[in-house]
């Protein structure tokens, strides 16, 4: 599985096709993802930019780390309008990091019920 949602060639790389293994580390990012969503859904765009910067780096690192390139990015660019306190439209960037989420999310799904098979 290689798409922008999911791209498993760093995990397969470490860890080979022990599967048990992915998926262990999937929900884990999963689940630190969620937590970063949640936060950003919580917070709002008048919220303190360290606290978007905070949530929007952790999803970024979560996402990075098991290729979930497209959430990754735009993660990336809330963090770093964070960072320079210039967020240009925070509702519409939430949106698309929550939408990409659950694409990432259907993805780890799928591998799931892949990995269930064997």
Do not use: W
Request: aromatic share 4%; net charge negative; with cysteine.
């Amino acid at each position: 599985m290689s798409d922008s949602s999911l791209n498993l060639a760093r995990l397969t790389d470490l860890l080979g096709d022990d599967r048990a293994a992915i998926v262990e580390i999937l929900d884990l990012a999963v689940g630190t993802c969620r937590k970063a969503l949640d936060t950003l859904r919580t917070l709002g765009p008048k919220s303190p930019a360290a606290a978007i910067e905070h949530a929007a780096h952790a999803m970024k690192g979560a996402a990075a780390n098991v290729g979930a390139e497209a959430l990754a990015a735009l993660a990336t660019g809330l963090e770093e309008q964070a960072r320079h306190e210039r967020i240009a439209d925070f509702e519409a960037s939430v949106h698309d990091i929550a939408s990409e989420f659950h694409r990432f999310e259907g993805a780890v799904r799928a591998y799931h019920d892949g990995a269930d098979a064997t």
